[in-house]
């Protein structure tokens, strides 16, 4: 059995979630995929997959081999391309996280450009809005807003997330519009409950800094969702510039409070600390870096 080969099949056929799937990559059958993850499970002692009419799930073991094969398959794949080139090329598989309306709308926009400079990379981009583990997702890098409090991560700061308070004209109209952060208190203010400041909202003006204690009849865990709630008229959101920025400019919303500056953001690019970063992972994150930081959409309202 060519073990290598053996466990590339193995991590595909995890990825994809599919026999067949791998099968119509690699150009044969789903009985010769089976056959080589059977012989793969004999050769190692154990049950790699657990296998179902509906789907594929990993054992535990199975997890922690995926696991150490993505990072065996990653060394031997840089090995191959710093031979051929005399460098480490900028090619690959490249797996990366992001949270759902960031990597909707900042990240995958980015990908064509980023593909064109580097066409032998392969891109799996995985959005999720919850913090995935990175190691067992099998994650290169992800892309975090806000304070980062696991600290056996490798982060690099590429960016800020500013934002704005704001609000649909008709909400304004029927409430009226807060004049201070203090103000807010009496609102319908909508949370997005998975930042750690939950139903905290800071501001700051001439040196001094106020909190506010935000209340309100909705919430949600995604970004996008307290968009079309603040378009519906249901309240006020704290949010990323980014996140209304073509609402700003058609009217939709307005912006309020602007005489205070409202708690910004850091954005983050993660890796797992026992992990070497390959170029293609270097690569990404220094083109993002550098989008993001001329990107209109995160730069502060003025």
């Not at 044969?28 to 997959?49: H, N």
């Amino acid at each position: 059995m060519d073990k290598l080969n053996a466990m590339a099949i193995f991590v595909r056929v995890v990825e994809r979630g599919s026999f067949s799937a791998v099968a119509r990559e690699l150009h044969t059958s789903q009985p010769t995929i089976s056959k080589v993850l059977r012989a793969l499970e004999i050769d190692l002692g154990g049950k790699l997959i657990s296998r179902s009419t509906r789907q594929l799930s990993l054992t535990d073991e199975g997890q922690r081999y995926y696991t150490e094969c993505r990072q065996i398959l990653a060394a031997v794949d840089a090995a191959e391309h710093s031979f051929q080139s005399g460098r480490e090329t900028v090619a690959g598989n490249l797996r990366v996280g992001s949270s759902v309306s960031f990597g909707r709308l900042q990240i995958a926009s980015r990908l064509p450009d980023f593909l064109k400079q580097y066409p032998r990379v392969q891109i799996d981009l995985q959005l999720s809005d919850q913090n995935l583990d990175l190691v067992s997702e099998g994650l290169d890098v992800t892309f975090r807003i806000g304070e980062l409090n696991d600290s056996g991560l490798i982060a690099r700061p590429i960016g800020t997330t500013h934002r704005v308070t704001i609000a649909a004209p008709d909400y304004l109209a029927r409430h009226g519009q807060p004049q201070t952060p203090e103000a807010l208190s009496e609102h319908n203010c909508l949370q997005f409950n998975l930042l750690n400041s939950q139903n905290l909202w800071v501001y700051e003006k001439d040196a001094h800094r106020h909190e506010v204690r935000i209340k309100g009849n909705a919430q949600s865990n995604n970004s996008e969702a307290i968009r079309e709630m603040v378009l519906g008229g249901l309240g006020i959101a704290l949010s990323p510039v980014w996140l209304f920025s073509e609402d700003l400019k058609a009217g939709r919303v307005r912006a309020i409070l602007q005489d205070y500056t409202a708690q910004s953001l850091p954005i983050h690019a993660v890796s797992p600390a026992n992990r070497r970063q390959s170029a293609r992972v270097k690569a990404f994150v220094d083109y993002m870096s550098e989008a993001l930081a001329t990107a209109p959409e995160l730069m502060p309202i003025k």
